[in-house]
């Protein structure tokens, strides 16, 4: 209904209470962006489509939020916070979600990202400059590439009973409470604030400093097996298509260079591999600029972060889950932001 589609079976009343919810998101929305400059970081999800008797791998789906969903976030976002002050006000011992500051050097390395794209430079390394720009290289052919790449450099949000605030939502107090059936660090929360309201003894800060380091822990290892099993169900697919004739050479682009390979994303699969040497089109290559650009002694070409090509697999192992690929055929680097 939000997106502009006629639902006849929706009452009028009720439609004018969504709308009227969805109004209220957007000004918080916008109260957010420009009081505490969050950074948008949401890279496109790709999403492994599965079915059919015996289950196969059906294609590739690329997420979308939507009006309902920017709405939802705003209001689990608010909760969220709302949850977190009231702990901290009772000095109750709870769950906060932090996430840190990045390092100088990690600012620094996302600006000579932007430059080495051939986009804008970035003069000042705040927060409003820093969501201004990521805000920008959305807009842009590439840019995703260099989201990602800042993405790898910052800190991974944590757990913990101390309160440090969330960097990446501007937050300086935040905590997860709003989603039970899939997180057991929002369930301790509501335990903890539950004990409080029947009078009980809740778990002690010690208590719960175990149980953070468990959490983080378990959620590392949770993350690296689901892009494991993505990764391998995206190269399953690719595999099908390349032995149907089906897979026509893929858009990717250069994120990292070294001399015996090139790291590469591909943002249709969602996924990152590697050019090796041998997948790199004929002719001697020489390593450039402290390594991190190769040139075509014979042909000139170059290859540096941000450097579009197209490629087709050269080797995929399933067991191990890793692919190298090669270069078909070298395109331009992205063009410059305006």
């Known amino acids: 209904m939000l997106a502009g ?17 969805d109004k209220l998101a957007r000004q918080m929305r916008s109260w957010r962006k420009a009081r505490e400059c969050f950074l948008p970081l949401e890279v496109p999800e790709i999403r492994v489509l599965c079915g059919g008797k015996p289950p196969r791998v ?3 789906q690329q997420g979308h939020g939507g009006p309902s969903s920017e709405m939802i976030e705003e209001f689990m976002l608010a909760a969220n916070v709302a ?33 080495e794209m ?20 959305r807009q842009v052919t590439g840019g995703e590439l260099v989201s990602i790449g800042f993405l790898r450099k910052m800190p991974r949000a944590e757990y913990s009973p101390a309160c440090i605030g969330h960097y990446g939502l501007g937050k300086s107090v935040y905590c997860h409470f709003t989603s039970p059936i899939r997180r057991y660090a929002d369930l301790l929360v509501h335990q903890q604030l539950l004990a409080l309201d029947m009078r009980k003894k809740p778990l002690s800060e010690s208590a719960v400093a175990s149980i953070a380091e468990s959490c983080n822990n378990l959620e590392y ?13 995206k190269l399953r697919l ?18 990292r260079v070294q001399p015996a390979q090139v790291t590469i994303y591909i943002p249709e699969y969602g996924l990152m591999s590697v050019v090796e040497q041998e997948g790199l089109p004929a002719g001697k290559w020489l390593s450039l600029e402290g390594g991190s650009v ?5 042909t000139g ?27 078909a055929v070298a395109e331009r680097s992205p063009r410059r932001l305006e």
Not at 5 to 21: D, G, N, V
Not at 123 to 136: G, I, M, P
């Open 238 to 255: 690719m595999q099908e298509r390349r032995r149907d004739k089906a897979l026509a050479p893929l858009d990717a682009w250069v994120c």
């Open 294 to 298: 190769l040139k075509n002694r014979n």
């Open 221 to 233: 290892n949770i993350d690296q097996a689901c892009f494991a099993a993505g990764d391998r169900l």
């Open 83 to 115: 949850v977190a002050e009231e702990m901290k006000k009772k000095r109750l011992p709870g769950l906060y979600r932090n996430h840190d500051e990045p390092t100088m050097e990690a600012l620094h390395q996302f600006g000579t990202l932007v430059q």
């Open 58 to 60: 059906m294609g590739l």
């Open 301 to 327: 070409q170059i290859l540096r972060f941000g450097t579009a090509l197209k490629v087709l697999p050269r080797n995929i192992d399933l067991v191990r889950g890793v692919a190298s690929f090669a270069v």
């Open 118 to 137: 051939g986009l804008k430079k970035v003069k000042k390394t705040d927060r409003f400059t820093l969501s201004r720009t990521l805000a920008e290289l």
């Open 5 to 21: 589609e006629q639902l006849p079976e929706l009452s009028s009343q009720f439609c004018a209470r969504l709308k009227k919810l």
